[in-house]
């Protein structure tokens, strides 16, 4: 990969871009295009909405596609975030390795790394304005006539960003974690040499359905990106039930040894073997290590333990997980917007025995976000509101020690925006390589 100088381009000084000033905090500018369609517009179908190509476009101009025999590209539902930094972890040891993330840890910068060293600031706001110049071009480009209005994706300007600079560091390796989608998100316009599908849910049908069948074909869709596949076992399993065949290059992952064995939930030990034998057909025979993935955290609030993890769709759930939390007289709290699977998510805890359960009502600034479903659940204790974009992290973590000081425990789960914060609250930040060892 070549190495590019990429010039310092001040909003103010371009033209026709009025809408966005040179002051203007870089994200901002991210998710403009998304808040002013979805105040018009609202949730629609990412085939309507959507325009990943104009961001591809744009990386043909620059010069940043990354080269496809070193480029790595993960989806799925449930676990793409895992497998990626396990993936990305592992590749240092084979040279440089830029990092996409979807979502962030804790902050914005977090999602894009270069050797798992998150973007510094000046660094990142140098890049996104040079980019934003673009931007009239760009939405001209995005032929938004047919449909009544698409966007600018804040996965696409996040993934230019990290390919911008990417391409100027001149880094060997890219591994990119999608959103929740391939065919209209961005990660569907790049070639790789290894594609990975993790599992598939049905949290994302009113975007990339409408049915079940329509996500696995959406996601199984980079299969043709990609010169090698490696499936999860659910996926693959799926398949049958489903009336699909699977890629002629897919490779299905192994049943993991650790599987059931009461350390983590069993999702997390089936992604740990998908990363292992994704990783093992980049660099046979090289040792694989694990890495400390926010996906599932064990913390404690002061005396008591907590588990945080990211849970949309009840099929994810693990029932033996579920029981060992109950018999320890855990409570759970939750985050979950109404457009999630919460009723099938509450039946799968009562079923384990989990009763004592909290929420946060999650709220944001143009209302894409919810959680009107607490008003029929008044069994479920409320913990307040949330804002999922503009957090109060000290009151949150007040609300939760309230709760927690007289439970034994405390299981926190929801969408990644709600589970950002909740790392927030505990001060988590995973940066480094887990202390379990690898599956065998």
Not at 67 to 94: C, D
Not at 237 to 246: E, F, I, P, T, V
Not at 383 to 407: K, M, N, T, Y
Request: proline content about 7%.
């Amino acid at each position: 990969m070549g190495h590019k100088q990429t010039a310092y381009s001040p909003l103010a000084e371009q033209p026709g871009i009025a809408s966005i000033r040179s002051s203007m905090d870089p994200f901002d500018g991210i998710f403009e295009s998304y808040t002013r369609h979805f105040a018009v517009h609202g949730a629609r179908p990412d085939r309507e909405t959507r325009a990943p190509w104009a961001f591809a476009r744009l990386w043909d101009e620059q010069g940043w596609r990354p080269e496809p025999g070193h480029t790595i590209l993960v989806t799925g539902s449930k676990g793409k975030g895992t497998v990626t930094r396990h993936i990305a972890w592992n590749l240092q040891a084979l040279g440089s390795v830029g990092l996409v993330l979807s979502p962030e840890e804790l902050t914005h910068r977090d999602r894009l790394r270069i050797d798992n060293q998150p973007i510094d600031a000046a660094t990142f706001e140098r890049l996104w304005r040079d980019i934003a110049r673009h931007q009239p071009r760009m939405n001209e480009a995005m032929d938004d006539t047919a449909t009544g209005g698409r966007y600018l994706s804040p996965t696409g300007w996040f993934l230019s960003v990290g390919l911008a600079w990417f391409h100027e560091r001149g880094v060997r390796w890219v591994v990119v974690e999608g959103g929740r989608g391939v065919r209209h998100d961005e990660i569907g316009q790049l070639d790789a040499t290894l594609a990975v599908v993790t599992s598939v849910h049905g949290e994302h049908l009113k975007a990339i359905g409408p049915g079940l069948a329509d996500v696995w074909d959406d996601k199984l869709s980079i299969a043709r990106r990609a010169r090698r596949l490696v499936l999860g076992q659910q996926v693959s399993a799926q398949a049958k039930a489903l009336g699909r065949s699977l890629p002629r290059h897919a490779q299905v992952s192994r049943m993991p040894s650790t599987l059931g064995d009461g350390c983590v939930p069993a999702w997390l030990a089936l992604d740990r073997q998908i990363a292992a034998d994704a990783f093992a057909t980049l660099a046979p025979g090289r040792p694989f290590h694990w890495f400390g993935s926010p996906s599932f955290t064990e913390s404690r609030l002061g005396v008591r333990p907590a588990w945080i993890e990211p849970v949309v769709h009840a099929d994810s759930l693990d029932e033996a997980f579920l029981r060992r939390l109950a018999r320890e007289g855990i409570s759970v709290v939750l985050g979950l917007p109404s457009d999630k699977d919460v009723a099938r998510i509450l039946a799968r805890l009562r079923d384990a025995g989990l009763r004592d359960l909290a929420a946060f009502s999650l709220t944001s600034p143009v209302g894409h976000v919810e959680s009107g479903w607490l008003a029929g659940h008044p069994d479920v204790v409320s913990l307040g509101p949330l804002d999922v974009v503009f957090p109060d992290v000290a009151s949150a973590r007040e609300r939760l020690q309230a709760h927690a000081a007289s439970r034994r425990g405390l299981y926190i789960i929801g969408v990644q925006v709600f589970t950002r914060t909740m790392r927030a609250v505990f001060g988590i930040h995973l940066g480094g390589p887990a202390p379990c060892p690898p599956n065998n």
